[in-house]
């Protein structure tokens, strides 16, 4: 019998695997990865699709915009029908579109709105090579910031100068496991979100590390609504707090520590500025509130008496204080992160082994990773001469008010008028909140243009699909910093007949716009990566072993890269000199009180941490809606990616997303597990299937995101989504006017049980392929 370790390997965000196939040369199973010993079983996903019927096999244009250009038709995004076309007509009609855009409006009316997540590969990363192509044809509109942390991306390049710096390069697990005897994790430790990494996955980590810090003896709490977000085997203290009021348990904390003469007064003076500003907020002194214990209680749910004890234990242990990526994902959502820094920083413990705080541990695998820091090389994306931007989650703001003003970090923009979107990786109908509105704002623009795998929601919605290739079906490079393996990502499967990769559309496109050697540089994909492999083994000539060529990567499939023999410690060199190692904020320390952001007179976002009343959650008006409902990410794929899988759809209830129900609140509605529900609030409606558990406190549902959408006009003119996408129930509002990220956990729905019999779910069919009548007009 074949070994699996015989078979050639692929990677993908969640994971490397051995790929097995068929006699007709078709994948038929994936094997882990010899070296994972915690493999993801989302991969399995994939395999039953690769070749399925959701698979876009060649260019599709939709129905109306083919019959009658741009914007035309009656029949509206997401319900059309399409029509198949050649290469060479679809490459036609988009160079076109691309000129005529250009031409009639200017480059400031196209937004190329990639966002990551489309390859594990250093090459074919399709925001990369999007924006390098929007780049050699003058320009585009882009957006900044993520959908995962954007709040958290700003308010840490005010308070410790550079989020990218500090995101990925967090205190080690290892000097967790070594030194760490109490880790509070505010939002959890969700080890379903540590499947995934950014680059491709060759050795999970997460949970190994987490059980290595149980046996070691670390007391983990779990401060969450959901208890599920720290695995069962750390016997974490589970502290149930009520959804949205985090920020006020840290100051009840905060205030424990000051009133106790516990806080570090000498790490506070020689380490952080603007420490009298919060002081004053915290006791009161301006609005005659202290933020006390008491205080605290009111907002959080939590005992006064367990918060002040939670406190004491904090400056009598060795700490370490995590913040979960969710926490940035609700209204003010600058707050949590900010307010974490500051508490971190009272403890005293910041830059000591075990000790300090972490922003993420097992938000993603990258997080908390011993391995050696590798400078990667990519292909540049050039310059991007257009300056207008729009913070990445006001897409609709921007679609449906075109000129119109907004604030972001302290300045004031406005947003562009846009006419044609390119879209190359992602899936906005995923990220994005408040689905009713978007596909209002929608159906604003001219011209979508889409690649896509599979007739998912994007591509549904778009005016003209170029089918793209899926990991398996082209060879790239796995180099992740901190995993311990570099992959040859093998090319196992041909792709579909009429499927290209993105670098040959792009190369087309470049071609037929007059561009191809200034996007190719003359060269192949062959080449482009061996030139990647040669400059990231140039930027790294300080590693034990050199980095393979690309040739001996080849032979080898895999390199396994030894991490430092010493725990990394994050801000240890800036603890002990503070001069000599000085962060980049204004000050030169950690800013607990901004200057800059108090500079910006917000009335959201004060220049220290502070606590503001969400609009929605469960400690204001809940006569309509009585629950808060949390939509985390999922376990059984990466946001959307392989909901149509195999893995994904045996998880489904009644072929939808389930919604976890306390039981006294099932009670009182008559559901139990195994019904369907409508879950429902102003703003639109879902069906879900229910899993009744006393894993999430009483008040709480919670329902992940990543079902595909599948409306169902009503009649008040929403959509209800019949397969349980809970961002047609989430508000489409910035967290606030300095970052202006999401804030979909600030929800508030009802749940009833659906005594009608449910519709056929369809998220998962492709839509009606038709014949056309003629071309639009040049």
Known sequence: MTSPKTFPLTSFHWGTYRAELDGQGKLSKLHDFEHDDDPSPIGAGIVDVLDGPTRITQPMVRKGWMENGPQAGDTPRGEDSFVPVSWDTAIDLVARELQRVKKNYSNEAIYAGSYGWASAGRFHHAQGQLKRFMNGMGGFVRSVNSYSLAAGEVIVDHVLGNYNEMIYRQTSWQSIIDDTELFVAFGGLPLKNGQIGQGGV?????????????????????????????????????????PGSDVAFMLGLAHTLVSKNLHARDFLERCTVGFDQFHAYLLGENDGQPKSAAWAAEKSGIPAQQIIDLAHQMCSKRTMLSASWSLTRQEHGEQPFWMLITLAAMVGQIGLSGGGFGLGYSAVNNIGLEGKDIKLAAMSQGHNPVDSFIPVARISDMLLNPGTEFSYNGAQYSYPDIKLIYWAGGNPFHHHQDLNRLRKAWAKPETIIAHEWCWNSHAKHADIVLPCTTPPEREDLLLNPRDPYQIWMQKVVEPPKGVLDDFEIFRMLAAKLGFEEAFTEGRTQQEWLEVLQDRSRAMNTDLEEPMFKLSELKDAEYQHIAPPQDAFIMLADYRRNPEAHPLKTPSGKIEIGSRTIAGYNLTDCYGHPAWFEPQEWLGGDTSRHPLHILSNQPKTKLHSQLDHGSYSRQHKISEREPLTMHPDDAARRGVQSGDVVKVHNDRGACLCGVIVSSEVMPGVVQLSTGAWYDPEKGADGNAMCKHGNPNVLTLDRGTSTLAQGPIAHSCLVEVSLFTDTPPKVTAHQPPEICAVNKRPDS
């Open 202 to 242: 060759g050795r999970h980590r997460q949970a190994e590390a987490m059980q290595q810090a149980r046996d070691a003896g670390v007391k983990f709490v779990n401060v969450s609504p959901i208890r599920a977000d720290v695995t069962g085997d750390l016997d974490a203290d589970w502290i149930a707090l009520r």
